[in-house]
């Protein structure tokens, strides 16, 4: 079993819909949560992170975690076609080393 | 705004040489990260460094590797003997905690020939 898995790709959806970017993790004692973005060839950028368990909104940006269920996920609302990228799930450790699952590719298409 | 930096942005080497990749970290941060990304693949964890010391290493960071914090602003990621199976993008990371958010700088595409 990875330690971190995304749903697998590519996701494809129109301009103005919701895109959801979903993530489960093996370690039960990870305790920080992060979502970044990333294109091609370019480092990994932070969207969010989370911490507690439940939603947490950001502009057009929602995590959510469930810790009993090891899931976290993501959504965007109103999707641009800017919005199209890697979407990388990683989770920390106790020690602070992220874990990155293998990435979702969205396509947000115009 | 503070931002981590990395040098060269690109490396071409030959198999069997020694390269060291450089960075500068945000400047009040304690924990420095090295993660790596092949082409197509996931971002893997190297080696986290903490007050002067390695805190963690994953099983790729073998005796080929090594880091250091040679001065008060730079973190540095040595390949002893390059590999073809050492060329990957590298990424720098810091933060100014454990549990916080890491940031990354912009990279190093190394590609050993």
């Known amino acids: 079993q990875k330690e971190v898995e995304q749903n697998s790709g590519p996701l494809s959806v129109p301009e103005g819909a919701i895109a959801s970017l979903n993530c489960t993790y093996s370690d039960r004692g990870s305790q920080s949560f992060f979502w970044y973005r990333q294109y091609s060839g370019k480092s990994p950028e932070l969207i969010m992170f989370i911490y507690s368990n439940g939603d947490k909104e950001d502009g057009r940006f929602t995590a959510q975690l469930n810790k009993a269920s090891q899931y976290v996920s993501l959504l965007i609302r109103d999707s641009q076609p800017s919005d199209s990228a890697t979407y990388l799930c990683?989770?920390?450790?106790?020690?602070?080393?992220?874990?990155f699952g293998d990435g979702t590719t969205l396509t947000v298409k115009p | 705004e503070p931002e981590v930096t990395q040098t060269p942005s690109h490396q071409v080497t030959q198999m069997g040489q020694e390269v060291i990749l450089r960075c500068v970290p945000i400047?009040?941060?304690?924990?420095f990260y090295w993660y790596r990304q092949i082409l197509g693949q996931k971002v893997e964890f190297l080696v986290s460094?903490?007050?002067?010391?390695?805190?963690?290493k994953s099983e790729i960071f073998d005796d080929q590797f090594s880091v250091e914090r040679p001065d008060g602003s730079n973190f540095t990621l040595k390949i002893r003997s390059t590999k073809l199976e050492d060329s990957a993008m590298y990424f720098c990371?810091?933060?100014?905690?454990?549990?916080?958010?890491?940031?990354f700088g912009p990279g190093t595409r190394l590609l050993v020939l």
């Open positions: 990371a810091s933060t100014s905690g454990d549990q916080e958010t890491q940031y």
């Open positions: 460094f903490y007050n002067n010391e390695i805190s963690e």
């Open positions: 400047s009040n941060h304690l924990y």
């Open positions: 990683a989770v920390n450790s106790n020690a602070g080393k992220s874990t």
